[in-house]
């Protein structure tokens, strides 16, 4: 509910940007970009999403727990009294396939909240191989899905300084470096799968385990070709 409360605020700061920049208002556009309202609310939202994956790995964990401690009952179960062990093992198939269908469920909720999100989202692990896109990143990268799972970011992710034209330091080395979260250096251009370029903005933020150990990191960004060329104009 929370995300979907700052996904609706962030759609709503969008439209007003955009229909001020359509009505001719680029001044008043630009200066509703500059509030950082817009960066705020994803940083709430990223900040959600990142307490919903430290959840989901604490249940996973837990499952795990679970599952080891059955099995070492059942063996144990089955030295004993064979048919204390069968009925254990059943027991134990019950809660394999019940905890699965609830990781997968939740699984599922949050690949469709990611999909609901305006903005471009890739998740890596910490060796910067890509885990996830949602729509919106294939939309802005060229890159579907299927094809960039398990490749590198700096294959798919491509991004140099729109002035000088030199390639800026992958999000992931920044962020295993800062540990932190971290912002994409200003007039950045991602080249596209098929060559063509297009101005981003936004962050990175490591994605941690329960422990506080970086196992990858997630990077929200976007289109913003429609602010650089209100700035262009502006200039």
């Known amino acids: 509910a929370d995300i979907e409360q700052s996904a609706r605020i962030k759609m709503e700061e969008l439209a007003r940007t955009i229909t001020l920049h359509d009505t001719g ?20 939202i990223r900040q959600l999403t990142e307490q919903m994956q430290a959840q989901e790995s604490k249940h996973y964990e837990e499952y795990l727990s679970r599952e080891r401690s059955a099995r070492t009952l059942s063996l144990w179960s089955g030295a004993t009294v064979s048919i204390l062990a069968i009925a254990l093992l059943a027991l134990l198939g019950f809660i394999v396939r019940r905890d699965t269908a609830k990781v997968r469920a939740s699984e599922e909720h949050l690949a469709i909240t990611l999909r609901s999100i305006g903005d471009a989202v890739i998740a890596t692990d910490a060796r910067g191989l890509i885990t996830l896109m949602n729509p919106i990143a294939e939309a802005v990268t060229g890159w579907p899905a299927a094809d960039a799972r398990g490749a590198s970011l700096d294959a798919v992710f491509r991004i140099i300084n729109e002035d000088t034209r030199i390639t800026v330091e992958s999000p992931v080395a920044k962020v295993l470096g800062e540990g932190g979260i971290v912002g994409l250096a200003n007039h950045t251009l991602l080249i596209r799968r098929d060559g063509s370029e297009v101005a981003i903005e936004d962050s ?32």
């Not at 208002?25 to 709430?44: F, H, I």
């Not at 289109?223 to 262009?232: L, P």
């Open 25 to 44: 208002q680029s001044q008043a556009a630009l200066q509703v970009v500059l509030t950082d309202e817009g960066k705020s609310t994803m940083d709430r």
């Open 204 to 235: 990175g933020a490591p994605i941690q385990d329960r422990d506080g150990s970086i196992i990858g990191v997630v990077l929200v960004f976007r289109d913003a070709s429609r602010e650089r060329a209100a700035e262009r104009a502006l200039r």
